[in-house]
Each structure stands twice: as C-alpha cells, then as structure tokens.
C-alpha cells in the first residue's frame, strides 16, 4: 500500500535544484526567481509552490506546522501536513512557538518568528504588475528598470475612487528598498510583521514556477502615499469571544441565535493557547 | 539669432534600422536601397544620419510623406524604441554632455519623465484609455518622483482645465471621450512636468477640421505661454505653416532639406520639396 519515496518525496537532484533557487531568491528581496514547478500529487494552485519550497528544505530533525488562513485543521493544511509527514516521517505541532518550518496560506501567524525558524508562504499570484501589465517580458523590464508608475498609480486610482487605498489582502511592499514585491494574500495587518522580521520568510508560486524571499531583518514597506498613508485593517476594539484577546487580526462572525456579532482570532492556535494560558509568557 | 543660443537638443547621425543589414546593403550610403527598403535583406532603414537642433522656446517641424521616418524618430528622442546609433545631447541632463542613447533604461526613464513630454499620433499609446484622466496625468508625475495624492490631482484638474476638459469629465477614463479630448487629454499630460521639450507626433491627423483648429490654438497657447521647445511632426504642410519656426524636411529616412519654415514652404530646394509645395497649392 506504501508506496516507496525518496526522503521528502523529490529526488535529492530537483530539491537541489530548488534549493538553488531559493538561494538566488535570498540574494535579491523580492526578486521572483523562476524555477521549474514540478508534478505534485496535489493540483497546482493548492499550494505546490509552497509544499516544493517545503519538501526542498525539510530535514529529519524538522518540526512541521501547516496553516490555511490561520486554521491548522482544515482540509488543505491537513492534506498538505499529510504528505509531508508520510514522506518524510517528521514530527508536527500546532503551536507555531515549536516548529522550526512553517508553511503557511494567506496568514503570517500571531506569536512573533524567530531566527531559527523559517517561514513558507503559498502564492497563488506572484506578479503584483500583473494587473497592469498582462505580459510578462513586459512586467520583468519594469521590474529591472525599477518603473513602478503603474502600480502606483492603480493605488491612486482607489483614492480618487474610494477616498482611499482599497486593496484587500495582498497590499503590494517594497523589499530592501528595490523590488516591489507581492506579500500573497495576506491581511494588510500581516504587512507589518514582514518588516525587519527576525525569520526567513520564502514564497512559492507553483503555478506560476515562482519563487521569491525576504531575509531576515529586511525593510519591507508597504506602498503609500505622503497624504495617504499605509493602514491596517483596525482590530483594536475587536475581543476575541473564545479568548479574550485584543489587538491580533479577528474574524467576524454571525450569532444567528442572538443575532449578534462577534470576534475570534483568526489564528487558531494562537486562540487555543490563549484560552488554555499558554501564551502569557510569550507576549 | 539662435547662434549664441545653446540647443535645447542635439541629434547627431541618428540612425534607426528594423533589421541586422546585409553585404548588399551595409556602408553602401543607401545606394542599394529601393527607398529606405534593401531588396535582399528586407532591412528597412528608417531613420538615416538624422541631425538636428532645436533651440529653447523653438518649435521645429518635420514634414515629410508617409513611411518617411517621422515617428520613428521620434520614438527614439522618446525611447520608445532603442536608436542603432548615433547621439544625442539635452540640455538639463548632465548639462547637455552625455550621450542619452547609451544611457542604461533607468536613466532614459529620468530624463522621459523629467524632460520630455510626449503626443502621440494614436491617443491609445499615450494614455491608458480606461484609467481616469486625472490618473493618466498623475503617472507622468508618479514617474517623476511625486508621491502626494493631493497636489497630483489638484495639478491634474489644473491641466486637464487648461485644455478645455470639462471638471464633471475629469475623473472618466479617455475611452469616453472623443479623439479630440484624447488628444488634449495627452497635451495635459505631456505637460505636467513642465518639461522644457514636448514632442508631438500628427496631434491632428483624424480630427474634424474645426478639432484640428482647436488643437492647433491650444499648441500656440502653450508655446507662447510657457516657452516649451517642440518638435512637431506632421505630413499636413498647413500644421506646419502656422505652427513652426524652421522645418526640416525629410525622405526615406534621410534629412533632404532644412531652414526657416517660410523659406522652405516659399522657395524650396530640393526637387521633392518642391513637387511636395507645389502640389498642394
Ligand atoms: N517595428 C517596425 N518594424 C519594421 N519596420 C518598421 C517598424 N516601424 C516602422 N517601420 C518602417 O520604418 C519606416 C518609417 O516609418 P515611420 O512610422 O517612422 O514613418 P512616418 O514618417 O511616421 O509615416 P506616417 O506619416 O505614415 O506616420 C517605414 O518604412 C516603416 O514601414
Ligand atoms: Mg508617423
Ligand atoms: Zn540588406
């Protein structure tokens, strides 16, 4: 029933490879680096490029975490979890302060990164030009020739529109000073914690054969204006119902019983810590 | 009276070939040329040895029939398209002694957002058509360094003002407008620098006679206002009688005949000028 894999699923030479890449991709912030995406026993577009940054880097002694929007128990992070687990026979946890690897989608989790961590982060669209330019030769020359007047202005364009920048998730930085980098899908309340971060945090597009990093203690910025400055979703007033914490990012939910509505931490174990007063000492 | 006068613009030997050039047609000065065209190779040598000046405040014209080589120069002051050799010297950029078409793409950047505005021929290569016009005069000034959203858009309205759109329009993308209002979207734009040269490519060319007329009186407004140096480009010897000071006239790539507008329109020289005059009196 088992079938026989190689360590880590790859054979040694395309984690080399991969490597290789990553490597590159260190060197340059924000740089996106293409690698050659490969066959993965999970559809492309759910999470590969993550999972071959993972799989390329994964050693006997790591502790793995796997995150979907904050939940270590939904289906994706479990399937994901699951394969790296049955090929490579490493220990998991739920509790980002004990693993050293993490793979994540869409969050960057509560409990500050430490240098003996590493974080991976899953890309669904690598290219933040994209939206303003389809081509990609063209979106590669903007990018060496450091013209970022399109992306600057579809931000001006929210203003004059809206009275604000109204970019969701995925709110573009800029790496080190030079690339203008897409963050994945992230809240803009994750953006601050990729600046000067004390973790590597690496990012892979599996479809799009992407990958691209931000070493620790870069300057990450987001994209703003003098007049209008970059801000976060407000999470302040917000109190976790499970909880009871303040100021980490929130779902809003629906009490459809006393049609009331009401917060959870959107990180899953970082609440279950909290409410089991696990976490005092770490914040 | 321009001799004491340093150039706002130098171009020396500019060339401009679409292809790498064959024995049959290389260091042959054209002569194996049918046209710009070699008839082997199939390079088409658009633009030949091209050497000009324009002064400050000056507007100079360039005429010349299709295919001759006018947009083409000018995309290479514009670098929109990489020149094959030659050079090229503006005042205001390392005062005038550096070669802007070896420059690295950064730098050329600079000095298209700082220094030069262009007019296209066709609005949809000038403007991004569904952006809202305040937004497309923002990008040049994006370009230029400008990161305050207030003053952008206050100098944006102040332009697109200048050029008759109407304030309720301004915030609409161009693709609503008329050609008319593009091509004066684009004049707005080219000019949110203040970049001492503006190069304007058959502004023109498709409008209605009384759009054209329009256009014109704004491009005479602007040179008279605020003494921007142009190059402007048509094939309409109309446009570039009430428009320019000296004109040059070109043919197959190659400059054939230059000097003051009225004297190239009144007595002109060159037998193909001459059929060009005469065949439009
Ligand atoms: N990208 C290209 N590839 C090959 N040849 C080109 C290219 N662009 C222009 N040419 C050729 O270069 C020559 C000059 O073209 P250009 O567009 O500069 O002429 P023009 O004087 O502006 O003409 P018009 O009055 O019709 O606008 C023409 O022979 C044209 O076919
Ligand atoms: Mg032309
Ligand atoms: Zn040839």
Redesign the interface.
């Known amino acids: 029933m088992m079938k026989k894999y190689n360590f880590a699923f790859f054979d040694e030479g395309s984690k080399r490879e991969i490597r290789r890449a990553t490597l590159k991709a260190i060197a340059i912030p924000g740089y996106q680096v293409p690698f050659a995406s490969r066959e993965m026993p999970i559809a492309r577009g759910w999470g590969t490029g993550g999972l071959q940054l993972t799989l390329s880097l994964i050693g006997r002694d790591d502790i793995i975490k796997v995150i979907d929007q904050g939940a270590d128990e939904s289906v994706n992070a479990v399937n994901i979890k699951k394969l790296i687990i049955s090929t490579t026979g490493v220990q998991d946890t739920e509790k980002t302060a004990e693993a050293t690897l993490i793979q994540s989608r869409h969050r960057i989790p509560e409990v500050e990164l430490r240098e003996d961590q590493i974080i991976v982060l899953q890309v669904p669209l690598p290219e933040p030009l994209r939206t303003i330019e389809p081509s990609e030769y063209k979106t590669k020359k903007l990018h060496a020739d450091q013209d970022y007047n399109g992306i600057w202005l579809m931000l001006f364009e929210q203003i004059m529109k809206h009275g604000r920048m109204s970019t969701g998730a995925d709110h573009p930085v800029q790496v080190h000073g030079r690339y203008i980098m897409a963050p994945s899908p992230i809240p803009r309340f994750d953006n601050q914690k990729l600046n000067d971060s004390k973790t590597l945090t690496l990012l892979g597009a599996g479809r799009e054969k992407k990958i691209y990093a931000v070493p620790p203690y870069t300057k990450v910025q987001s994209l703003a204006f003098a007049d209008y400055p970059f801000t976060v979703e407000d999470m302040s007033a917000k109190v976790c119902r499970l909880c009871g914490t303040t100021g980490v990012y929130m779902d809003e939910l629906f009490d459809r019983d006393t049609e009331e509505t009401y917060y959870q931490c959107n990180d899953v174990s970082y609440c279950l810590q909290r409410e089991n007063k696990e976490m005092d000492d770490l914040r | 009276m321009h001799q004491q006068e340093r150039p706002l613009l130098t171009i020396k030997n500019l060339n401009k070939q679409f292809g790498c050039g064959c024995s049959h047609c290389r260091d042959t000065q054209g002569h194996n040329l049918e046209d710009n065209y070699c008839p082997v190779c199939g390079t088409v040598y658009a633009c030949r040895n091209v050497s000009l000046k324009v002064y400050p405040a000056e507007i100079l014209g360039v005429v010349g029939e299709s295919g001759s080589g006018k947009s083409t120069l000018l995309r290479c002051l514009y670098f929109d398209q990489d020149s094959t050799s030659g050079e090229g010297y503006i005042h205001g950029y390392n005062e005038g002694r550096t070669n802007i078409f070896t420059e690295t793409?950064?730098q050329k950047?600079y000095i298209r957002n700082h220094l030069l505005g262009m007019v296209y021929q066709n609005p949809y290569l000038g403007l991004?058509m569904n952006?809202?016009s305040?937004?497309n005069i923002?990008?040049k000034l994006?370009?230029a360094g400008n990161?305050?959203?207030?003053?952008?858009?206050a100098r944006a309205q102040e332009l697109l003002a200048a050029v008759n759109i109407p304030t309720y329009r301004m915030?609409e993308a161009p693709e609503k407008f008329s050609g008319g209002m593009q091509q004066r979207v684009q004049i707005a734009k080219a000019l949110s620098n203040n970049p001492p040269l503006l190069l304007l490519d058959e502004v023109t060319t498709g409008l209605d006679l009384s759009v054209q007329a329009n256009v014109l009186d704004l491009i005479k407004v602007i040179q008279r206002d605020l003494k921007i140096g142009m190059i402007v480009v048509s094939h309409d010897l109309a446009v570039i009688r009430m428009l320019t000071d000296r004109t040059i006239v070109m043919l197959n790539g190659r400059i054939i005949e230059h000097g003051l507008t009225d004297q190239v329109l009144e007595d002109p020289q060159h037998a193909y000028t001459q059929q060009l005059v005469y065949s439009l009196l």
């Open positions: 793409s950064q950047n991004r952006f809202s305040v937004g923002a990008e994006i370009g990161r305050k959203v207030d003053f952008m858009a915030k």
